[in-house]
Each structure stands twice: as C-alpha cells, then as structure tokens.
C-alpha cells in the first residue's frame, strides 16, 4: 500500500474513533506510541542516559493508561459510549434512565408509601426533558451543594449527575463561600438549617445577593410550604422544596436557562 494511501486509510480511521470517548483514548494511545516508536527507531544514537526517559515512558504509560481507563469503567462507565454505537440510538436514552432509578429512591425515601405507575411515567419524563435540553459543550456544568449531612442527598444527586452535571459539596456557609470565591457554579443548592443555625440557608442566600452573585440557588429543606416558597423569592431565591422530583426539574430548568443565556 502506497504512503497516500496508507495516510488516507488512518484518517478514515482516525475519523470513526473519534466518535466516542472510547474510540478518542484508543486514537490517543495510537499515536502516543506512533511517536515513541519513531523516536526507540533512531534511538541508537542516544546515549544510556537519554534513552532511559524513554524507557520509563515506554513502562510507566501503559499503566497510567489501565489505571484511567478503569476509573473510567467504575465512575462513570455511562459516558463511554456515544449514541452511534447502538444500532437504535433510543437505548442511549435507556442507558441514562438510572437517574430515573435514582431519582425513584429519592421518592420512595421521601414518601415510601406514596408510588405508582404515573408516579415512575413522570420521573421518566423529568429525566427526558432535562436530557433533551442538554446541548453539545465542552465542560460538564457544576453545581455547588451546601449541606451538612451530605450523605441525606446521595440519590438526589445520582440522578442529577446522570444528566451530566457534577458537584462540589460543602458543609458550612463559610467553606461554601470559600469555593464560590474559587470556582464559578452554575446553580447551589442548600438546606436551610445547619449546626450554625436554623435558618443558615437564607444566611448564605443573602451574603451571596450582597455581594452581587446571582447564581441561582435553591433550598432542598424539610418544608414545601407556600409561606416558605415566597420567603425565599423575597431573599432572591429561585426555588424550595423537599420534593425531589421538583428539586430536579427546578435545577435542571435552571441550568438549561443558564447555558443558554
């Protein structure tokens, strides 16, 4: 095969596995070794002490590579594949629905004796519509939860990152006032009541507004009441609830609107 065409095959190549996650590591390793191998080819003329750099990388990457590649497959297995590798692209969307699972644990946490048909229909379509409002970036959007007891909140939060967000977590006003002067977020979501006080939450929500920074915030608390609702629009709050299902669609609403403005 001629070296034109030999190039014009590895860009076809090149071009197909650069549709997923998996296919860009794999393309990456290629051509790290593609150059490495140039490099051991005229490394007779190397000293022993220039050669060794490149013995150690010839050693030392592979297992960097397994080790990436497994924290990969353990976290966040979900997001190696791109829609073009199944043959019905609906079962990316399927393989997303464990923020409906998590998302269902937060219910029946919440509510255990409260759970129907409708009730599962309508996480799936939460899930759906925050799925739909994602576009191509080339960040995932953080969002920063302050609450002293983080572990209340693991399924809330399984179910948002399914969707492709991440989080920061803080458990005081003044370590979360520390990562917001560190970090842009685009939404926080707090408690309201914590060791420092019954109504830290608005403590926080009202440093932020002083100070200018109208990051969205919403309080994930332990009322739903219409009174406490509009005390937190009056402090410039975006939302309150101890649903977790509106938690979601509040959120998710929120960070849609924040992409696109």
Not at 44 to 56: D, G, H, T, W
Not at 74 to 90: I, M, V, Y
Not at 97 to 102: D, G, L
Not at 158 to 167: S, W
Request: proline share 4%; with cysteine; charged share 20%.
């Amino acid at each position: 095969m001629s070296g034109g065409n030999s190039l014009e095959a590895f860009g076809k190549t090149a071009q197909g596995l650069a549709r997923n996650p998996l296919g860009i590591i794999a393309l990456f390793i290629v051509l790290v070794y593609g150059f490495a191998s140039l490099v051991a080819a005229f490394s007779s003329s190397f000293s022993p002490a220039e050669r060794a750099p490149l013995i150690y990388f010839l050693v030392v990457f592979p297992v960097l590579v397994l080790g990436v590649f497994a924290w990969l497959v353990r976290w966040h297995s979900e997001k190696l594949f791109g829609p073009g590798d199944f043959k019905d692209e609906t079962n990316y969307i399927k393989m997303q629905m464990s923020a409906v699972a998590s998302l269902s644990a937060a219910t029946v946490k919440e509510n255990p004796t409260n759970s129907s048909q409708s009730d599962i229909d309508k996480l799936v379509e939460l899930v759906l519509e925050a799925m739909r409002g994602q576009e191509a970036r080339d960040h995932v959007d953080h969002i920063l939860w302050v609450d002293d007891r983080p572990d209340n909140n693991i399924h809330e939060r399984r179910a948002l990152e399914a969707v492709g967000l991440r989080f920061t977590l803080a458990l005081s006003t003044e370590e979360a006032m520390r990562k917001i002067d560190k970090e842009r977020f685009i939404a926080i979501i707090s408690d309201m009541g914590r060791r420092e006080g019954p109504r830290e939450g608005y403590v926080l929500l009202d440093e932020l507004r002083a100070q200018g920074n109208n990051t969205p915030l919403f309080f994930y608390a332990s009322s739903n009441a219409p009174e406490h609702k509009l005390e937190t629009a009056n402090h410039g709050g975006q939302g309150c609830t101890n649903n977790p299902q509106e938690l979601f669609q509040m959120v998710t609403r929120a960070v849609i609107t924040n992409r696109s403005s």
